[in-house]
Structures are given as C-alpha cells and as structure tokens.
C-alpha cells in the first residue's frame, strides 16, 4: 500500500507517539516492538483535515484510494458511527482500528466497554498512536490491539471477560479497514461469532445446572470422603500412550483393532462405550464420568460384576453411577466440596473444569503424562448421518420406540434434525464439508484450546467426524503400528480402596455449614427492613446514615460468614449476573446524587432477597446430606 505524502506537523505527533508507546511497552510488549521497530522513513504520513484532524489515504495494491477517515471531520464521523451504541454495553468487538477516533468514541458512547480492536497492518497501529493519544485506554487495558488473533490466546483472555459480554457486547465495522483487509476480518469477525456462541452455551450450562451441580456435590460428600483421589496417578504412566474411546458414529469403522492395544497403551472409555468395549472383550483401565443426571446409569447396567475398570469421576456426577460400577472410584477434587468439608482438609487433586467426559478423559490422561494421547470415535459432528457409533447404550434406550417404520438410523437421523436450527458446516478430517451443531462445535473450541497448550503428541485417529486444529490426523491402524508396538513396562499403581472411616467428621463440617447458613439467612432478613427505610427516606439523610450504620454492623457479622456465604450464593448463580448487569447499568447511566443511591438501594434489596432463599434452601440441603451420611454409615457398619 501508498500513503498519502502530504505533510504534517510532526512535533506534536511525536509526543502523542511516545506517550502512547510508552503505554503500549506496558501492557503489549510483544506489540511495542513491531510498532518501534518501523523507521520513520517508512512510517505512514498523515494528513490533516479541514477540522485540524487527521486522516490517512491508503492505496491498495489493486483498486482505487481509499481514506480510512473523512477529510472533514474525523472525530464527528466516528461519533456518528457509534451514536446507536446503547450506553450499557460492556464489550465492543471493533473490526479496524482506524487511527483511534472510533475507540475515543465508542469510549464516551460506552463508559464501562473494553474495546477489543482488530488491526492487522503495524503501520497503520502506528499510525493511530501517533494521531490520538490513546494511552490511558491502554494502560487501563480499555483498549486491546489484536493484530494476529490466535484462538486460542484469545479465547483465554475473553473467559473472564464472559459475565460482561452476557449482560451487552456489540461489534462495530469501520468500513474502509475491511475494505483494505478484507480476509483478515472476515475471519476475525468468525473467531468472534465462534466465541460468542461458546460462551453462549458455557453460561447457560452454568445457569442452568448450577443448582443442580451443588445438590449433587453436597449430596456425593461420603463418596468423596470415603474414595481417594488422583495424586498416586500423577505421571504414573509418563510417556506412555492413551487410547481415548468416545461414542462418535465412526468408532463402528474401527473399534475391532481396539483389542490390540490392551497391555500396550492405556486404555480410557467414555461411559458411553464402556459396555461396547466390553462386549468386544476390552475391559479399559479407565471410565470417565461428570454428568448429573441418572439417565447416565444406562451406561453401567449391564457392566459385569468382575471387570475391574476404575471409574474417575467428578463430584457432581450422579451416585448412582458410583454405585453400580463394579471397580474402584475415584473422585477429582472440587473446591465447592472442600469448602464443605474445610475442617478436614482434605485437598484433592484437581483436574481443569470439561465440558464432556471425553475433555474428563483427556485431562486424566495428561495427568498421568502420556504420551501420545490418541482419540477415537471423537467425531464432534454427525459422520454419515450419525449422532452416535451403533451399538452403544442409546440404542437401548431408543429401542422402546423403535419397529418396522422406525429403525434406530431413523432416531438417530431425527437426533440430528431436530438441531437444524443450529447446525453448522465445518471442515472434516480430510477437509470436506461436514455437519456439527452449536454445542459439539463449542466442546471442540475447547479441545482445540487444550491441544495448543497441552505440549505433547495429539493423534486423531477417528478417521471421521470434524478437523481438529492441534490434533495429528492418522488411521487408527497407523497410531497403533507407531504408537502401540510394544507392550507397556509400567503398570498402574494400585487403587487404595474405600475408607469410610472418616464420615463423622464430615458429618460434623455439613452440621457447621447448615448453622452457619441459618445465620446468613438471620443477617439478610434483619438487613432488608433497613434497606427499604433508605428507599423510602433518601430525602432524610440523617435517617440514612443511622441505617447505614446498623447495616455495616450486620455486614461484619456477614463477612465473618464469608466463606460459607460463597457456598450460599453457588445456588443462585443468576441472582449474581443480575447484580453484575445492575452495577454495570448504574455506571453507564452516569446518575449521581439521591437517584445512584436509590438504584444502588433497589440493587441491594433485590440482592439480599435472593440471598436469603438461598441460604434457607442450603441450610435444607444441609440437613439432607446429613441424613444420607447417617445411612451411608449404619449400612456400611451392617456390612463390616
């Protein structure tokens, strides 16, 4: 590209440079340097306006002049770019930095936004810091450049970002950016589009299982205390290779060769396959297990009583499952439960937070450092029309409904039809055009984010199902005749077995949480007569601040409470979001005086309202996980 050669007063623009490069060192370093590294000689030069503004003319290697800005007006054309910005929106994706009048802009439309603007040419970055004075949005981290979106690095900085984007994002196109790169934001405005619609479904699961996740975790506290955790498994197999085996339709291609690897690799199932593998005599090392619901027992019913597989799990899972796996169990630690359980001290290991229980799989394995880590029947999307590999325990539960007019190819094709609406077509394993759905397609953002930073050897041998960024792909044949040659010279370490020895003392932690609850519910109740005085006396301030004063006093005993209070507020994951979106729709309102008090009150009585529902539903869950510790000890006594 050319640029314009028209003059410029530079004194000034070197100052707003450094000022901003100096900014730039502190939170980009990796961005200062491709900015300094370009020599004055080869910098853009910009070009007054008639409003003493700058602009920029760029000509692309092929088409006509193209003015990133007015050569009026700048600031007042970027103001009137973003004026249909709503004043609470909290993350703005903005395709083309320009040279920085759209981030001021969208800055005093949107207070409260984090700006995250997608610019691929350093010299036009440069360009930018040398016409506005962005320093303070960079330095406040307000403003961040992306000028080589890596997913994966990106996904991670948007996480934490995920509560704000829920309650308002929006994106701005700047028309001549697009223009100049246009492939570049086509495929930034994707990355964007794939995010939103992970983050979309990983808040909803939050939401919508969150209660659910807590009963069960408080309702499984004898398994946990009673089944050890991961520590003896740590690098026990380092080096080694696993064989991942997941429920994806092109297992059926392979699943015969899977006996070759028993003694050879170390074998981890998904419940979904473990009675498949054992029906072709595979009895895997492991079974991983995370969901909720008892639907999930389909998949241990007819498991023998001498297969020895040791079923690793996490807390939330359904006991159920623990029950009717024949093997050992072992459970992953989990803060919401050691916080239960805190007198004890019992601090399991952990493994990072999965979406599936093939992520659960995954993550095992890394913990024990194999190496190779090889999938199978990993699909992530429908493979020749399929949701799942034949054969596996759907096809019990689908049978009820099957006959001559509806075989079970038929519910498996109604499966996939009745997500039309969120289907989406993707490369496959060799790169032609396949079917996934919005789900499938966010638990393979985040494999995909797990094989960049995983540091070993990921085999793809499905031979089906979508493309997998980080993963090599391979037949499976090929994986085995590479990786699987040998047998294993290492074995295992041995499960340690059940200790109920410890169940009073969990008793005694659960009766600690359910007194301490009462008293959470005791504190909001006295608190909200006082909050609803100050909203109905803000004209009085003396009477305010005598009720402020009481307040702070119930907030003490309120703070004493803390830990537990976290526990309490796990059940009402939504009441939260809602305060979020209330504090953040205060700030962007720009209210001072009685009406921000009055909003703020408004906020707190809602607040403690919900607190107090919770805290009364946790102190009868309490109470029931108490009893199931009670009978969990007397038959375990009957037993012994």
């Not at 990106?154 to 001549?176: C, I, N, Y």
């Not at 009895?283 to 619901?293: K, N, R």
Request: one cysteine or more.
């Amino acid at each position: 590209m050319i640029a314009s050669v028209t003059a410029s007063d530079s004194a000034p623009l070197a100052e707003i440079l450094t000022a901003n490069l100096a900014a730039l060192w502190a939170v980009d370093p990796r961005l200062a340097i491709q900015v300094d590294a370009i020599p004055d000689s080869e910098a853009l030069v910009l070009e007054p306006t008639r409003s003493g503004a700058m602009t920029l003319a760029l000509t692309p290697a092929e088409g006509q002049l193209i003015y990133l800005h007015s050569k009026y007006d700048p600031v007042d054309e970027a103001a009137r770019q973003v004026s249909r910005l709503a004043n609470d929106k909290l993350e703005i994706f903005l395709l083309g930095l320009g040279l920085g009048y759209h981030p001021l802009a969208v800055t005093k439309q949107c207070p409260e936004a984090t700006i995250w603007a997608f610019e691929p040419d350093v010299r036009i970055i440069r360009a930018a810091l040398q016409a506005n004075d962005l320093s303070d949005l960079l330095l406040d981290k307000k403003l961040r450049i992306v000028r080589e979106p890596d997913k994966s690095q990106l996904f991670t900085e948007w996480l934490p970002h995920l509560g704000s984007m829920s309650v308002g994002q929006d994106r701005v196109d700047h028309a001549p950016s697009l223009q100049l790169h246009p492939q570049f934001f086509a495929d930034a405005k994707a990355l964007v589009e794939e995010f939103l619609a992970f983050g979309k479904t990983t808040l909803n699961t939050l939401l919508i299982n969150g209660r659910r996740t807590c009963e069960n975790l408080a309702q499984n506290v004898a398994w946990y205390v009673a089944s050890p955790g991961l520590g003896r498994l740590k690098n026990a197999m380092r080096g080694k290779p696993a064989v991942i085996v997941s429920a994806g339709p092109s297992l059926r291609k392979n699943k015969h060769l899977l006996p070759s690897v028993v003694g050879r690799a170390c074998v981890i199932a998904v419940q979904t396959t473990f009675q498949q593998l054992i029906d072709i005599g595979v009895e895997p090392d492991f079974v991983t297990s995370l969901d909720y619901h008892d639907i999930c027992t389909q998949f241990f019913q007819k498991i023998p009583r001498h297969v020895r597989t040791e079923l690793v799990a996490e807390a939330k899972a359904t006991p159920k499952v623990f029950a009717l796996n024949p093997g050992p169990l072992s459970l992953l630690g989990n803060d919401f439960v050691e916080r239960l359980l805190r007198e004890m001290r019992l601090d399991r290991p952990k493994l990072p937070a999965g979406a599936t229980v093939a992520h659960l799989a995954f993550y095992l394995a890394q913990h024990m450092g194999c190496d190779p880590i090889i999938f199978v029947g990993q699909d992530l999307g429908f493979s020749q029309g399929l949701a799942y590999s034949p054969g596996t325990s759907y096809d019990d539960l689908w049978r009820a409904e099957t006959g001559r007019f509806n075989t079970v190819e038929m519910m498996q094709w109604q499966r996939i039809v009745r997500d039309r609406n969120i289907l989406r077509r993707v490369p496959d394993y060799q790169g032609r055009p396949t079917y996934t759905e919005e789900r499938l397609y966010t638990y393979l953002q985040q494999f995909e984010r797990d094989f960049a930073t995983s540091g070993v050897t990921i085999v793809d041998a499905t031979e089906g199902g979508v493309a997998k960024r980080g993963a090599t792909s391979m037949t499976l044949a090929d994986a085995i005749e590479k990786y699987c040659h040998a047998p294993l010279d290492v074995k295992i370490p041995p499960h340690e077995g059940m200790d109920w020895g410890r169940l009073s003392q969990a008793e005694t932690s659960l009766r600690n949480r359910r007194d301490e609850a009462v008293q959470i519910e005791q504190v909001s109740t006295d608190t909200l007569p006082l909050l609803r005085d100050i909203a109905e006396s803000l004209h009085d301030q003396q009477l305010v601040n005598e009720r402020i004063a009481r307040i702070d006093l119930l907030r003490s005993r309120m703070n004493s409470l803390g830990m537990t209070y976290d526990l309490v507020l796990q059940l009402t994951q939504q009441s939260e979001l809602d305060r979020f979106a209330a504090d953040r729709r205060i700030l962007a309102a720009g209210v001072d005086g009685q009406e921000r008090q009055r909003r703020q009150v408004m906020r707190d009585i809602d607040n403690v309202n919900h607190v107090i529902n919770a805290a009364g539903e946790f102190a009868a869950l309490m109470s029931r996980c108490i009893a199931i510790i009670e009978d969990t000890a007397k038959r375990r006594a009957q037993e012994s």
